[in-house]
């Protein structure tokens, strides 16, 4: 028999196994339980004793774990995983883990609270998971919100007071309720009973929370211990724990103060001093012994031996500037000449622009800053002394650096043209919204002044093809800034021509201002000898300033500014005559016409992209002259609906807004795309090239223009084609909108800007043109989209004549039928337009033969001709299409199934042969496409007398 049954003692367990069997058995009795030993050949194992409760904490502690390694390693699928398990766990020993009030215990609120935290901060950077891990965490976001929410005011709670537990906050309820809300007291306490049992303290075998002493765990039978179910269950605590628990903190906190005050003496007595952490190159960067002679073959070997570690692991990149920077310094003092300063000068910038190894980031705010001072000491250099060949020709082997003609290997263009797309990727990385971006915006003026400073050196030595590249950066920097100077010039000349077309007025009230001018002057002349003496006694004074004047003028003498349009025109033509690529020719010539149309210069803009011919060969170039393209077509598109012409307007803007992308064919943006996933280098190359936010164009203008234009000419057309089964669709997006607004059962008011454009549609449909000018000009769309027009009275007046004119038109086509004459003058009264203008739209109609009607000249009116089909007459029409097309469906059928080919072919060959050129051979001559533009300039009549007729007969 094994000594663990034994109800004897460990010294007990030495006894012969026949003595053994002497040994009286002892019935076990109510009050106690199996008393547990261990024999002699087990004394060496350790087991451990633990409740049923230490094993669920245990449990869901370890579950609790295992999500924080998973969290570190950002693995969402198992963090998910994790989650589920702790919600499985904590359900079913909720009894066991929930305080004596029946609260949470706080470990798993903070773990809750740890793990939402967690997943807000992975979800503002959601793109950089793959797809498994992304939908993980949508998945774990929303059962997480889900569960929280029963738990929202614990949750508060503790977000209140984190480091609060709950028996500070009560000081009447129990250390043990308080202590299971801590998983670090778990922790403890589990490791607290893991107690070998046969240990020579067997008062320590176990530990009581109330208190400490063996004596309540002894037994009175031989020293044994005996387990009965009150040893197990929770004690309350006396008032006597409590004051023990009291003091011992009291005397917690004493030790505290008096380790403050020993440090606090060291301090005074000077002992050690906890100081900041010192930058690891504090001290200056020694560069050549103390003896040795400062030489230029010295120092540009010094020079390559900094250089050759540029790009190596492990190479401090701050440091090697610096001794860059000290390398330069011993080389001025040393008096080592320009040429060796001006190499090293270039080696610094190339050192700034490698401290950033990514090439998704931007510099930092003391790099950029270094860097537009190095830029601004190079350029100095080089144009003080024009005598330096500094240019990519010249080889590093035949570098001179130390007489006179300097030759020094490097482009100045080349590191402007780098600053330039460093200071684009610095906008990028920005808020928009913020402070900083505005900050950052002032930097503009002085790169623009750093590229017109490098203008006045490259013109003197550059080549020709350096030049372009010059004026392709400064083009590049105005093409998309509005000349307020223009607006200036633009309303003088309205101004001037209101004043003559006023002259006729003007002229019969120049008699009655002549009569009063004269009195006028009368009065002036007495008023005039009156002030002249008080003239003269001023005059002494005025002289003295204006001598000081003068001498400031002097100093600072006027230089007439040349006009941006101008110079403008005069780079983009030196690049049109000179470049020899075909990349900076382009991207000029489409800045130039985004300038002219921003500035309301249609017919120059128009001319020079129809002439350019860039709409053909456009998909051949690169992605942002691709983009450039983009821009300068909608600005042209803008252009072309301010000065009223729609047509033009809309076949430049429908490539764009027909596809849903305009805000990523303009990159101004990334859309998510349902059908492929963008993988994260190819995300990163598309942020690239998004241009900064103060370049973009405002969208929701964009796309008013594009649907005002196309309900101008899809409304006529619909009228007109009312009756025809073979209408085409001008603009898709404009029908898929119209539609959707159809079908809506109860229609309230517009609310947003595609709302207020349909229902504009639906009240033109009916010629109501006030009703539709009124949805597109009230207080909401001139806050949203018409005030973003510099020109803003002059496009509403436009767009006002527009939409009567083409309510007039829809109005005869829709309700022409009906009338058998009508009259000018009820026509003119009626959409408030002069009757030279409703007779001129009226004699248009007539003469495309889009209305049936003739002018009865001396009555001004028009008489209608009655040729449109009846309404049964179109529904025969319809079906006879319908039972056409499906016989030929029939037809394809049989053929494909092979059966009754030839017989098919046949039949098919001569149905067409009877039914001649209607149905057998269409002919599309009659539609022309011009280039991306989809501009038709086909025949398109509503005239029923021709192709119906010989349809119905």
């Given at each position: 028999?094994?000594?663990?049954?034994?109800?004897?003692?460990?010294?007990?367990?030495?006894?012969?196994?026949?003595?053994?069997?002497?040994?009286?058995?002892?019935?076990?009795?109510?009050?106690?339980?199996?008393?547990?030993?261990?024999?002699?050949?087990?004394?060496?194992?350790?087991?451990?004793?633990?409740?049923?409760?230490?094993?669920?904490?245990?449990?869901?502690?370890?579950?609790?774990?295992?999500?924080?390694?998973?969290?570190?390693?950002?693995?969402?699928?198992?963090?998910?995983?994790?989650?589920?398990?702790?919600?499985?766990?904590?359900?079913?020993?909720?009894?066991?883990?929930?305080?004596?009030?029946?609260?949470?215990?706080?470990?798993?609120?903070?773990?809750?609270?740890?793990?939402?935290?967690?997943?807000?901060?992975?979800?503002?950077?959601?793109?950089?998971?793959?797809?498994?891990?992304?939908?993980?965490?949508?998945?774990?976001?929303?059962?997480?919100?889900?569960?929280?929410?029963?738990?929202?005011?614990?949750?508060?709670?503790?977000?209140?007071?984190?480091?609060?537990?709950?028996?500070?906050?009560?000081?009447?309820?129990?250390?043990?309720?308080?202590?299971?809300?801590?998983?670090?007291?778990?922790?403890?306490?589990?490791?607290?009973?893991?107690?070998?049992?046969?240990?020579?303290?067997?008062?320590?075998?176990?530990?009581?929370?109330?208190?400490?002493?063996?004596?309540?765990?002894?037994?009175?039978?031989?020293?044994?211990?005996?387990?009965?179910?009150?040893?197990?269950?929770?004690?309350?605590?006396?008032?006597?724990?409590?004051?023990?628990?009291?003091?011992?903190?009291?005397?917690?906190?004493?030790?505290?103060?008096?380790?403050?005050?020993?440090?606090?003496?060291?301090?005074?007595?000077?002992?050690?001093?906890?100081?900041?952490?010192?930058?690891?190159?504090?001290?200056?960067?020694?560069?050549?012994?103390?003896?040795?002679?400062?030489?230029?073959?010295?120092?540009?070997?010094?020079?390559?031996?900094?250089?050759?570690?540029?790009?190596?692991?492990?190479?401090?990149?701050?440091?090697?500037?610096?001794?860059?920077?000290?390398?330069?310094?011993?080389?001025?003092?040393?008096?080592?000449?320009?040429?060796?300063?001006?190499?090293?000068?270039?080696?610094?910038?190339?050192?700034?622009?490698?401290?950033?190894?990514?090439?998704?980031?931007?510099?930092?705010?003391?790099?950029?800053?270094?860097?537009?001072?190095?830029?601004?000491?190079?350029?100095?250099?080089?144009?003080?002394?024009?005598?330096?060949?500094?240019?990519?020709d010249v080889p590093l082997d035949h570098e001179q650096l130390e007489t006179v003609p300097y030759a020094i290997s490097g482009c100045p263009l080349t590191v402007v043209e780098?600053?330039?797309?460093?200071?684009?990727?610095?906008?990028?990385?920005?808020?928009?919204?913020?402070?900083?971006?505005?900050?950052?915006?002032?930097?503009?003026?002085?790169?623009?002044?750093?590229?017109?400073?490098?203008?006045?050196?490259?013109?003197?030595?550059?080549?020709?093809?350096?030049?372009?590249?010059?004026?392709?950066?400064?083009?590049?920097?105005?093409?998309?800034?509005?000349?307020?100077?223009?607006?200036?010039?633009?309303?003088?000349?309205?101004?001037?021509?209101?004043?003559?077309?006023?002259?006729?007025?003007?002229?019969?009230?120049?008699?009655?201002?002549?009569?009063?001018?004269?009195?006028?002057?009368?009065?002036?002349?007495?008023?005039?000898?009156?002030?002249?003496?008080?003239?003269?006694?001023?005059?002494?004074?005025?002289?003295?300033?204006?001598?000081?004047?003068?001498?400031?003028?002097?100093?600072?003498?006027?230089?007439?500014?040349?006009?941006?349009?101008?110079?403008?025109?005069?780079?983009?033509?030196?690049?049109?005559?000179?470049?020899?690529?075909?990349?900076?020719?382009?991207?000029?010539?489409?800045?130039?016409?985004?300038?002219?149309?921003?500035?309301?210069?249609?017919?120059?803009?128009?001319?020079?992209?129809?002439?350019?011919?860039?709409?053909?060969?456009?998909?051949?170039?690169?992605?942002?002259?691709?983009?450039?393209?983009?821009?300068?077509?909608?600005?042209?598109?803008?252009?072309?609906?301010?000065?009223?012409?729609?047509?033009?307007?809309?076949?430049?803007?429908?490539?764009?807004?027909?596809?849903g992308r305009a805000k990523e064919l303009l990159a101004q943006g990334l859309l998510m795309q349902k059908q492929m996933e963008r993988s994260p280098e190819q995300e990163k190359?598309?942020?690239?090239?998004?241009?900064?936010?103060?370049?973009?164009?405002?969208?929701?203008?964009?796309?008013?223009?594009?649907?005002?234009?196309?309900?101008?000419?899809?409304?006529?057309?619909?009228?007109?084609?009312?009756?025809?089964?073979?209408?085409?669709?001008?603009?898709?997006?404009?029908?898929?909108?119209?539609?959707?607004?159809?079908?809506?059962?109860?229609?309230?008011?517009?609310?947003?800007?595609?709302?207020?454009?349909?229902?504009?549609?639906?009240?033109?449909?009916?010629?109501?043109?006030?009703?539709?000018?009124?949805?597109?000009?009230?207080?909401?769309?001139?806050?949203?989209?018409?005030?973003?027009?510099?020109?803003?009275?002059?496009?509403?007046?436009?767009?006002?004549?527009?939409?009567?004119?083409?309510?007039?038109?829809?109005?005869?086509?829709?309700?022409?039928?009906?009338?058998?004459?009508?009259?000018?003058?009820?026509?003119?009264?009626?959409?408030?337009?002069?009757?030279?203008?409703?007779?001129?739209?009226?004699?248009?109609?007539?003469?495309?033969?889009?209305?049936?009607?003739?002018?009865?000249?001396?009555?001004?009116?028009?008489?209608?001709?009655r040729c449109e089909p009846t309404r049964i007459q179109t529904l025969a029409l319809q079906l006879s299409e319908k039972a056409n097309n499906l016989v030929d469906n029939n037809?394809?059928?049989?053929?494909?199934?092979?059966?009754?080919?030839?017989?098919?072919?046949?039949?098919?060959?001569?149905?067409?042969?009877?039914?001649?050129?209607?149905?057998?051979?269409?002919?599309?001559?009659?539609?022309?496409?011009?280039?991306?533009?989809?501009?038709?300039?086909?025949?398109?009549?509503?005239?029923?007398?021709?192709?119906?007729?010989?349809?119905?007969?």
């Amino acid at each position: 028999m094994s000594g663990f049954f034994k109800t004897g003692s460990s010294s007990e367990s030495d006894r012969s196994s026949g003595e053994e069997d002497n040994v009286p058995q002892v019935a076990p009795t109510k009050s106690t339980t199996t008393r547990f030993g261990f024999s002699d050949d087990e004394e060496d194992t350790k087991r451990v004793v633990r409740s049923a409760k230490d094993k669920k904490f245990e449990e869901i502690n370890d579950v609790i774990r295992l999500i924080k390694n998973h969290k570190k390693i950002k693995d969402i699928s198992k963090v998910l995983t994790g989650f589920e398990d702790l919600l499985k766990c904590f359900q079913k020993n909720k009894a066991v883990l929930s305080t004596d009030d029946k609260k949470l215990p706080r470990f798993y609120i903070r773990t809750l609270v740890e793990l939402e935290d967690f997943i807000n901060e992975c979800w503002e950077d959601k793109r950089k998971f793959n797809k498994v891990n992304g939908k993980s965490l949508a998945t774990l976001r929303h059962k997480l919100k889900k569960h929280n929410r029963d738990i929202d005011e614990e949750i508060k709670a503790y977000r209140e007071n984190p480091d609060v537990s709950d028996a500070e906050k009560g000081g009447d309820d129990d250390e043990d309720g308080s202590s299971d809300d801590d998983t670090g007291r778990i922790e403890k306490k589990v490791e607290e009973k893991r107690i070998p049992l046969g240990s020579d303290d067997e008062d320590d075998f176990f530990f009581d929370d109330g208190d400490s002493s063996s004596s309540s765990s002894s037994d009175d039978e031989g020293g044994e211990r005996t387990f009965t179910a009150e040893y197990f269950l929770k004690k309350e605590k006396t008032p006597a724990d409590k004051d023990k628990q009291r003091e011992k903190e009291e005397r917690r906190q004493q030790r505290e103060l008096d380790r403050k005050k020993r440090e606090e003496e060291e301090d005074n007595d000077g002992g050690w001093k906890k100081v900041r952490g010192i930058p690891a190159h504090s001290e200056k960067p020694k560069m050549f012994a103390k003896d040795a002679e400062i030489t230029h073959t010295l120092v540009l070997k010094k020079l390559n031996e900094i250089t050759a570690a540029r790009g190596k692991k492990g190479t401090d990149r701050s440091y090697q500037i610096n001794m860059l920077r000290e390398l330069r310094k011993i080389s001025g003092e040393n008096q080592l000449g320009i040429g060796m300063d001006l190499k090293i000068l270039m080696n610094i910038g190339s050192s700034i622009f490698d401290y950033n190894p990514n090439v998704a980031s931007c510099m930092k705010d003391n790099m950029w800053d270094s860097f537009l001072e190095f830029i601004n000491e190079m350029l100095d250099i080089a144009s003080n002394n024009m005598d330096i060949e500094f240019s990519h020709d010249v080889p590093l082997d035949h570098e001179q650096l130390e007489t006179v003609p300097y030759a020094i290997s490097g482009c100045p263009l080349t590191v402007v043209e780098r600053l330039d797309k460093e200071y684009v990727k610095i906008l990028q990385n920005t808020d928009a919204h913020s402070t900083e971006y505005v900050r950052r915006l002032q930097d503009e003026q002085k790169i623009c002044s750093i590229i017109t400073r490098l203008q006045q050196y490259i013109e003197v030595k550059g080549t020709p093809a350096e030049i372009c590249r010059n004026y392709l950066l400064q083009i590049e920097h105005m093409y998309y800034k509005y000349d307020y100077k223009n607006l200036k010039q633009v309303s003088k000349e309205d101004i001037k021509e209101k004043e003559e077309n006023g002259k006729d007025v003007e002229e019969e009230k120049k008699d009655e201002e002549k009569k009063d001018e004269e009195k006028k002057e009368e009065e002036k002349k007495d008023e005039e000898k009156k002030d002249e003496e008080n003239r003269e006694e001023e005059k002494t004074d005025e002289k003295k300033d204006e001598e000081n004047k003068e001498e400031v003028t002097k100093k600072e003498p006027e230089t007439p500014k040349e006009d941006v349009a101008d110079f403008m025109d005069r780079m983009c033509k030196y690049i049109y005559t000179k470049d020899s690529t075909n990349r900076i020719r382009t991207r000029a010539m489409l800045c130039h016409i985004y300038h002219h149309a921003m500035h309301d210069r249609w017919y120059q803009a128009r001319d020079l992209m129809l002439m350019s011919h860039l709409q053909d060969t456009i998909t051949h170039s690169d992605i942002p002259t691709q983009i450039l393209y983009n821009r300068t077509l909608v600005q042209l598109g803008l252009c072309a609906f301010r000065h009223g012409n729609v047509k033009d307007a809309h076949n430049a803007l429908l490539d764009i807004q027909s596809g849903g992308r305009a805000k990523e064919l303009l990159a101004q943006g990334l859309l998510m795309q349902k059908q492929m996933e963008r993988s994260p280098e190819q995300e990163k190359i598309e942020k690239r090239r998004q241009m900064p936010f103060h370049m973009h164009i405002n969208l929701e203008l964009l796309e008013c223009t594009y649907l005002v234009s196309a309900m101008l000419i899809e409304i006529p057309y619909m009228a007109s084609h009312q009756f025809d089964i073979r209408r085409r669709m001008i603009s898709k997006s404009f029908h898929h909108q119209l539609r959707l607004s159809e079908r809506q059962s109860l229609v309230g008011p517009p609310e947003s800007m595609r709302e207020h454009v349909m229902a504009a549609s639906r009240a033109m449909r009916l010629g109501d043109w006030k009703a539709c000018r009124d949805f597109l000009i009230n207080k909401k769309m001139m806050t949203k989209v018409w005030s973003l027009f510099h020109n803003r009275d002059e496009v509403l007046e436009l767009l006002t004549r527009k939409i009567q004119e083409e309510s007039l038109r829809t109005y005869l086509f829709t309700y022409g039928s009906v009338y058998d004459s009508i009259s000018m003058v009820t026509l003119s009264e009626r959409f408030e337009v002069d009757k030279a203008v409703v007779h001129s739209i009226i004699s248009k109609m007539i003469i495309g033969e889009e209305l049936s009607a003739s002018w009865d000249e001396p009555a001004a009116t028009i008489v209608m001709h009655r040729c449109e089909p009846t309404r049964i007459q179109t529904l025969a029409l319809q079906l006879s299409e319908k039972a056409n097309n499906l016989v030929d469906n029939n037809e394809r059928l049989i053929e494909h199934g092979g059966e009754g080919r030839g017989r098919g072919m046949d039949d098919r060959e001569g149905r067409q042969q009877g039914r001649g050129k209607q149905y057998g051979n269409k002919n599309y001559s009659n539609r022309s496409y011009t280039g991306g533009n989809r501009s038709y300039g086909g025949n398109r009549n509503s005239n029923y007398q021709g192709r119906r007729r010989q349809q119905r007969y």
